[in-house]
């Protein structure tokens, strides 16, 4: 059985699929790098979060006390899109205020504490993004932990708003391109459907070259095959008579 293959399919497919090739590869490399940057947004409020809880410790006769003001819980109310949860506990596992079941960085290694921690957890069946940072101080040997927690629902958002503003152009000029090279193979194939009229035309005893009149220099290789096979059938002809 003979499988006969479509020249246009076969060309639309070798030129369409990279295009689709290279719009996915850049989908997933925009994922990560908008991902960092708006963790990185986000995640800085979570931080100046952490520095007013901070700036609310307070030592008295070497015992550590958290006084928050009413305007410093408020600010973990405001948000209608996220719940924002925070906990303060210090190194002998003692609740000093906030969520006691709120997670925390866990590791099997001594961890870094210079630099505040950032980490995704789960927490009343959610997942939010999480900021730690530890406080020591001079007048107690006792270390202070204090976490925020944010849900992601506003990193989300910004998240596919960002992927498709930068996706739906890339998709909308793959289809354009796709018209754009359906129609020009159309007319780019043309002259072959031309050609095939030509010969389909053309009785048994009409030996003559087929005019290459607007004909690319690709199919031109094709006409002069047959017109070299109609003269060489001519000429037969000619010796026998």
């Known amino acids: 059985m003979i499988n006969n293959k479509c020249l246009k399919t076969a060309i639309l497919f070798r030129l369409v699929i990279p295009l689709l090739f290279f719009v996915i590869i850049d989908a997933v490399l925009s994922y990560f790098v908008t991902t960092h940057f708006v963790d990185q947004a986000y995640d800085r409020w979570l931080l100046d979060s952490v520095n007013s809880l901070a700036q609310e410790i307070k030592i008295n006769n070497g015992q550590i006390s958290v006084e928050l003001p009413p305007a410093a819980l408020e600010m973990f109310n405001w948000d209608e899109q996220d719940q924002t949860y925070f906990k303060i506990n210090s190194s002998r596992n003692l609740l000093l205020a ?50 925020v927690a944010e849900t992601m629902n506003k990193r989300n958002a910004m998240m596919v708003d960002i992927l498709l ?44 070259p087929i005019p290459e009149t607007h004909v690319f220099i690709e199919v031109k290789t094709l006409t002069d095959t047959i017109n070299t096979l109609l003269q060489q059938l001519t000429d037969a002809i000619e010796t026998q008579q």
């Open 165 to 208: 503003s930068d996706l739906l152009p890339q998709l909308a000029l793959v289809l354009i391109s796709g018209i754009y090279l359906f129609s020009g193979l159309n007319r780019g194939l043309q002259p072959l459907h031309t050609l095939a009229k030509q010969i389909a035309g053309r009785s048994a005893r009409d030996l003559n």
């Open 98 to 147: 906030g969520e006691a079941k709120l997670p925390e960085f866990s590791t099997s290694g001594e961890m870094d504490w210079s630099q505040p921690v950032f980490f995704n957890a789960r927490f009343n069946a959610q997942p939010v993004r999480i900021a730690s940072m530890r406080m020591v101080f001079s007048d107690t040997d006792e270390v202070v932990y204090i976490h």
